[in-house]
């Protein structure tokens, strides 16, 4: 049977002041939907350089997993404002988790509350505008940048082999590219320029529906409460998958069920999502190998 997803009864954020550290332009695209939803207030800190916990320019790399790294964040917003909430987002990009051809974005928008002890993460995920080149062609260049919505996408570009220190981050004009492409071209001993999308939240509108698709979601989850505690969160943290083959009967990767916990107390209940006895044989790895 189907699982209706329980509502909260009260509003545990109504009044309640959030810190939301970024430097980026991303409470553009979250806070009003959160105070607009929770009555709550979104307080932006900039006074922390974010980049200092990584970039995606690879000149300081990020350490532990995307979840640790927003919830660093998250904490550094909550110290610098004696706030007992914080929220923040970390992006990260690779290639596409089907195929992997595709250029891929997961978001995810964590709410860290001292006062309930929860660390909830919202996420969305969907393909991604990034890329990079080399070459010494302001034609090629030009073409790099139209093939990558320049300039509603804005470009990096440093000289090829020279130390990150030479970045040009934030481009979205053509006369800025073309003066950094020009000394670029003249600082590399092989004349060429490495140039890639600028992945950063303010500069890639690509990654900003993400982001805000993951800040939905997340809502979706505060509005979500475990059956046993009542706090917010309540939501799916692992599936069962295995649905027998209507051919052979053996296994497949077809899910039978959800498994729900509560970040909280770690409640949990496993409900069934087929509605069917058998799977069909194309998910069979014996029938449709």
């Not at 090829?160 to 030479?166: R, S, V």
Request: charged share 25%; net charge negative; proline share 7%.
């Amino acid at each position: 049977m189907a699982y209706a997803q329980p509502a909260l009864s009260t509003n545990p954020y109504d009044g309640e002041e959030i810190a939301f550290l970024t430097q980026h332009g991303k409470e553009k695209l979250i806070a009003a939907m959160l105070e607009y939803t929770f009555r709550c207030r979104v307080r932006h800190i900039d006074e922390f350089d974010t980049d200092q916990l990584g970039t995606f320019t690879r000149e300081i790399p990020r350490p532990g997993t995307q979840f640790e790294a927003a919830v660093r964040k998250a904490r550094i917003g909550m110290d610098l404002t004696g706030c007992h909430l914080g929220l923040a987002n970390e992006g990260a990009f690779g290639p596409d988790p089907a195929a992997g051809m595709m250029p891929w974005d997961v978001e995810m928008v964590v709410l860290v509350d001292d006062h309930r002890n929860l660390r909830i993460a919202g996420i969305a995920q969907g393909p991604a505008r990034m890329g990079h080149t080399t070459t010494g062609s302001w034609k090629d260049l030009l073409e790099f940048a139209r093939r990558h919505d320049f300039p509603n996408h804005a470009l990096v570009l440093r000289p090829q082999g020279l130390p990150d220190a030479t970045i040009v981050k934030g481009l979205n004009d053509r006369s800025s590219l073309r003066d950094a492409f020009d000394r670029a071209v003249k600082k590399s001993a092989s004349s060429q320029a490495f140039c890639e999308v600028d992945l950063r939240a303010h500069c890639n509108p690509t990654r900003q529906v993400i982001i805000r698709k993951a800040a939905e979601n997340l809502m979706e989850r505060l509005f979500s409460t475990c059956p046993g505690c009542r706090s917010p969160g309540y939501w799916v943290k692992d599936i069962r998958s295995g649905l027998p083959c209507a051919w052979c009967n053996g296994p497949t990767s077809e899910v039978i069920s959800d498994i729900w916990e509560c970040p909280g107390c770690g409640y949990r209940e496993e409900h069934e999502r087929a509605h069917k006895e058998f799977a069909d044989p194309g998910h069979c790895d014996t029938c449709n190998p």
